[in-house]
């Protein structure tokens, strides 16, 4: 579908093999994708290293799908950091893993994780995925919308508006807002 195209999936995966499977997978489904081997160039891509002082990669991620079991920082920890991230936490994360542990399945979802998904994925999972980007998509215009809403509605402290009020039986007056 070409509505799909404009969304954005960061994919994260140790083996090579199951990065370039979820890669084709959503590619077949018109995602962008980019693909990175670890936790760690995860971070670095999003903006969420220490040495880093971005607070986000200037290109926009509307999903992130991880493997759970990677060295150094798992997809359990990036979930963590992206869900305690001010800037990212909308961001839906989908978490992988050839091992089915009903223990980590769950403390992944309580911990924010939007699917989790058993290896070999398949195109009716990426299938899956879809909602998630749409819903995030939609609160963020939402959001975006109600922003300007509030802003247009400001008014600075040190000023106040008056709103003139015509009841149909008396005189225009002024209320002070």
């Not at 891509?45 to 509307?62: K, S």
């Not at 079991?69 to 909308?90: A, V, W």
């Not at 195109?123 to 998509?137: E, F, N």
């Amino acid at each position: 579908m070409a509505m799909d195209a404009q969304f954005h999936v960061l994919a994260v995966d140790d083996s090579i093999i199951d990065r370039k499977l979820i890669e084709r997978l959503l590619k077949s489904s018109s995602f962008e994708v980019t693909v990175v081997d670890s936790g760690n160039k995860a971070l670095e891509f999003l903006g969420l290293q220490e040495e880093t002082n971005n607070d986000h990669h200037d290109t926009e991620i509307n999903l992130i799908i991880t493997d759970y079991c990677m060295p150094g920082i798992t997809g359990y920890d990036l979930l963590k950091k992206i869900k305690e991230s001010k800037n990212l936490k909308g961001i839906p994360v989908v978490i992988m893993s050839s091992e089915n542990i009903p223990a980590r399945i769950n403390r992944c979802l309580e911990e924010g994780a939007e699917e989790f998904f058993l290896k070999p994925v398949q195109l009716a999972d990426v299938d899956k995925l879809k909602p998630h980007i749409t819903r995030c998509k939609s609160q963020e215009r939402d959001y975006n919308i109600n922003k300007r809403k509030r802003n247009d509605e400001c008014v600075s402290p040190n000023k106040s508006r008056m709103k003139m009020t015509n009841n149909d039986h008396e005189l225009p007056s002024f209320v002070l807002i």
